[in-house]
């Protein structure tokens, strides 16, 4: 239901964006305000990049278990498929404008399956950043379920148990350019003030597209840095993490058969 609520108001506002003009008649300055009012309502801004969530609730269903009567492993890919892409509509909306006309390319997932959801049995799943670099992005989900009350059971125990943790490594794309995650966090909020005023000054000015695909490269300052140093100690710590995952995936290309 989400996501065809989505769907409709991205719709309305390709409508909206698209209308035809006539010679003479200069574009509407209300509505130009409407359409990049709709755009900063649904952006984080102002937000720290590892605040920025999606929780998906569902439940293990007939057609999604396998013969040992709990979660086929292949529904976690698909289930993931969908929380990504809810993810990525809440954490960098503006990626998807027609001014900027980017997409997200996914370049790996890995699971750690820990504990098996029962048939029948209702689950969330839990997604967010876990870290990024000067290329990729990784998006650590979780799936989660609460215990059954029982007679015996205390209030700790009633902490949601992790059924499987999964790792999404993925990079920012404009056409065939890879964009910096913390150029598309700025156009979305998630950095200086300053750094997102420039940017919508931008969409205005019709030049964002030419600094997306390559005009940051031009800069003196990356003015769009996240400028929080907590954030950034964060963020290299668990890049250290991520980055060998992803080295030591890589390296296994050289090995077995």
Not at 25 to 43: C, D, L, N
């Amino acid at each position: 239901m989400a996501l065809a609520h989505t769907f409709t108001d991205m719709s309305i506002l390709s409508v909206q964006e698209s209308t035809p003009t006539f010679p003479g008649i200069p574009i509407g300055e209300e509505r130009k305000a409407r359409v990049q009012r709709w755009w900063h309502e649904r952006s984080p801004v102002g937000r720290s990049p590892f605040e920025v969530g999606f929780v998906f609730r569902s439940w293990a269903t007939l057609d999604d278990c396998d013969f040992n009567l709990h979660l086929s492993n292949s529904s976690y890919a698909k289930t993931l498929d969908y929380v990504r892409f809810q993810w990525a509509l809440e954490y960098c909306p503006q990626l998807f404008r027609e001014e900027v006309g980017g997409h997200i390319a996914l370049g790996g997932t890995h699971y750690m399956f820990m504990k098996e959801i029962p048939m029948m049995a209702s689950y969330e799943v839990h997604i967010s950043m876990a870290t990024w670099g000067e290329k990729w992005i990784y998006g650590i989900a979780k799936f989660v379920a609460k215990p059954k009350k029982g007679p015996a059971t205390s209030t700790s125990s009633l902490e949601p148990v992790v059924h499987c943790v999964s790792i999404s490594q993925l990079c920012f794309k404009v056409g065939r350019v890879t964009v910096p995650p913390s150029v598309v966090m700025a156009l979305n909020g998630m950095g200086p003030a300053a750094a997102y005023e420039r940017m919508q000054a931008m969409v205005d000015e019709g030049t964002i597209k030419k600094f997306m695909t390559g005009g940051w490269r031009e800069e003196k300052d990356v003015w769009w840095e996240e400028e929080d140093e907590d954030v950034q100690m964060l963020r290299r710590v668990r890049a250290e993490a991520m980055e060998g995952m992803r080295v030591g995936l890589e390296s296994a290309k050289f090995y077995g058969i």
